[in-house]
């Protein structure tokens, strides 16, 4: 069982920043591509990035060259760096395992002046 806790969400100014993590824990192999995906009030969950387990990054267009993702397989944790928010990147954001098809509870981003 994987248990994942995301956390870094908040309120931001468009063009501000925003640092999101995903602790995992339980009895899983941690070796597992990480992603991040977002679902807008009204809207159905969407893709923003991928990261395998050699550290390969894939990104949805729509955050690509804004959005970084990265882990740190020792501390069983993955990242996602938001840079020059904007005003639809809100959303709450998911971290997923894609091994065993476990998500987190989700983080609120807001972006809003």
């Known amino acids: 069982q994987v248990q994942l806790v995301e956390s870094g969400g908040g309120l931001v100014q468009p063009g501000g920043s925003l640092r999101l993590s995903c602790a995992a824990s339980g009895s899983f192999e941690s070796l597992s591509d990480m992603g991040w995906h977002r679902q807008a009030p009204g809207k159905q969950r969407e893709w923003v990035a991928r990261?395998?387990?050699?550290?390969?990054?894939y990104y949805a267009d729509s955050v690509k060259d804004r959005f970084t993702i990265s882990r740190d397989n020792a501390k069983k944790t993955v990242y996602l760096q938001m840079n020059t928010l904007k005003p639809e990147d809100t959303a709450v954001y998911y971290c997923?395992?894609?091994?065993?098809?476990?998500w987190g509870q989700g983080t609120q981003v807001t972006v809003s002046s």
């Open positions: 990261i395998t387990v050699a550290g390969t990054t």
């Open positions: 997923y395992n894609y091994q065993s098809r476990a």
